[in-house]
């Protein structure tokens, strides 16, 4: 016979885990002070996309430590663009916007756990419905490129069975959500894949030189696949590439993260996706 409380420990355990592996947090420590002083241009620790509109004044003279960080924040990263901020659940932790993407800080502005935030004796995802709100304000806000007025000759195709349903993806090769991305769209068949190449220099300096050898490749489309899937380094290669021409076409059609997915339908998503969820997209007229 089985034991009950037994078998009530190792579900909690078993939801805890699951709870802790879906977070999947990062924490970035990022040594500011010291770039500063040398002088370094500073790294940016999350997409610089345009989120929800900042902290009106009247909430941070109401909330002055709110205020303090925002500054804080703006000094340390000045490539970021910061939306809301707030406190958190968690006293001492602050709960960062920046654009789709939340970041959960200490009072300091220096490490940063990207992931969602659950309350365990509630069994609920704080994050989830904020996240879908501000995704929802952005998307709205966003200035819209059409499919049809995409110059496909500069991005790398790849074509799967009938390639008859059609998507074109920004993605930056340094991009973590970029490379569980490809993950998914390997799932998909009858699709055709445009991959625009689009380092962001102020979060990826190095972003740039591999989109270069990977754009030179003698097979673009190998070479791009190889390097999400193993992270080695490309040999360099120069060539003339339209890398330039992507960063400027995301800038005008405000795309400032990656990845971005836009569809033949009309559809637009920022973010990785699971491939159902794609697939419905696809599928979608």
Same mark, same amino acid.
């Given at each position: ?36 002083? #040398?002088?370094?241009? +500073? $790294?940016?620790?999350?997409?610089? !996309? *345009?989120? =929800?509109?900042?902290?009106? @004044? ?70 989830? #419905?904020?996240?879908? +709100? $501000?995704?929802?304000?952005?998307? !709205? *806000?966003? =200035?819209?490129?059409?499919? @049809? ?84 380094? =490309? ?51």
């Amino acid at each position: 016979m089985s034991n009950p409380n037994l078998n009530d420990f190792r579900a909690r355990k078993q939801l805890i885990a699951s709870a802790l592996s879906a977070v999947g947090a990062i924490i970035v420590g990022l040594a500011a002070s010291a770039a500063a002083s #040398a002088g370094e241009p +500073q $790294v940016a620790p999350a997409a610089t !996309a *345009a989120g =929800p509109a900042p902290t009106p @004044a009247a909430t941070q003279a109401a909330d002055p430590a709110a205020a303090a960080l925002r500054e804080a924040l703006t000094r340390l990263y000045p490539n970021t663009r910061f939306g809301d901020i707030q406190r958190s659940a968690i006293p001492g932790i602050w709960e960062v916007w920046m654009g789709n993407n939340v970041a959960y800080v200490n009072d300091e502005g220096r490490h940063f756990i990207f992931g969602h935030m659950y309350d365990m004796q509630t069994q609920t995802d704080l994050t989830a #419905a904020k996240k879908e +709100q $501000v995704s929802l304000q952005t998307e !709205a *806000a966003r =200035p819209k490129v059409r499919f @049809a007025d995409l110059p496909l000759g500069d991005a790398i195709k790849v074509v799967r069975g009938n390639g008859q349903r059609k998507v074109a993806v920004f993605s930056d090769p340094h991009c973590p959500y970029c490379r569980k991305l490809e993950v998914e769209l390997a799932k998909l068949d009858n699709v055709t894949i445009y991959t625009f190449l689009y380092p962001i220099e102020s979060l990826h300096p190095e972003a740039a030189a591999v989109a270069q050898s990977i754009w030179c490749a003698k097979d673009k489309a190998a070479a791009w696949r190889q390097y999400m899937a193993s992270g080695k380094e =490309p040999k360099a290669l120069r060539c003339d590439t339209p890398i330039n021409r992507n960063v400027a076409l995301a800038s005008s059609s405000g795309i400032f993260g990656t990845p971005y997915m836009i569809f033949a339908n009309g559809t637009q998503a920022p973010g990785a996706m699971p491939a159902a969820a794609i697939e419905q997209r696809l599928s979608s007229n």
